[in-house]
């Protein structure tokens, strides 16, 4: 596989940021996930952290180089998340259970394969356009789909933020596949936040991008969306990936795993508490008790293999 990618989360007008992304890697198969948490007292970035940490792990076992099903790898590692927050909520006995939204893809054989609950987006664009996208689960994304709303009255409407599935939610979350997506040598895959995504449209990302240095284009656009949202605007956080890159970037900014073993897997993703964007007022003492707390959440629906 031969690929240039870029990963980036900022706090935008809040006081902490409960986004959470990462991305994986082996020799055969790329994974990337985003999540945005909600609740309070960091509960929401716990959400978020067990839903990128859990799919992470998944992957790191799993892809050795390749996995077996990727659609089964997606359901699994999204609904063993969604009851690592319930066993989280229970464990703590919150009253407010901590909840998050989840978009994950994985590139394997040039193919990609997507899934999501909630209203955090992956776009695929082609040629400076966007050919596909994740719909929201949200009433909002309803009313449009009835025709009964514009995407421009959408932007402004005070349900905008209101959505139905989320993983931790007392109801079981909607979890929804893509098809099976051939990549072509170009393509870009883009997953947010609607920090992002509600203040710079996909189809401005899409042409922003064609092109371009993702590495130094995506900054630009985060900046952008940063801007416009203001004092007020929300978290906002990317991972974005151009497959198999026809024209030449900086060497620096390629990935290709031609070099890996198959049984190597490389890890970028937000630490818990560790983040220089991620402002928290918990006391290192309170940061690995929540670490540690995190991982027992984790692995009693996806325990760690031997010798893992």
Known sequence: MRFTIYQDSRRGGRANNEDRTTYCYSHDALLMVIADGMG?????????????????????????????????????????????????????RLRDTPRTTCVACVVQDNVAYWAHSGDSRLFLMRGG???SRTRDHSRIQFLIDEGLLSEAQAAWHPDRNKIYSCLGSPNSPEIEFSRKTPLNQGDILLLCTDGLWGEVSGEHMAIALKGANLVQAMPLLLEQAEAKGGAQGDNLSVVVVRWEDAFVEAASSIISTQTMSRDEVETRIDQFGREPTHRSDLTEDEIEKAIAEIRAAIDKFNPRRPGQ
Do not use: C, W
Not at 64 to 80: E, K, V
């Open 40 to 92: 309070g007292h960091h509960h929401g970035e716990i959400a978020a952290q067990i839903a990128v940490q859990t799919l992470a792990d998944s992957f790191q076992h799993e892809a050795r180089p390749a996995l077996s099903d990727p659609f089964r790898f997606l359901q699994q590692g999204m609904t063993n998340a969604h009851y690592a927050i319930l066993d989280y909520t229970e464990h703590h």
């Open 129 to 131: 356009k966007v050919i």
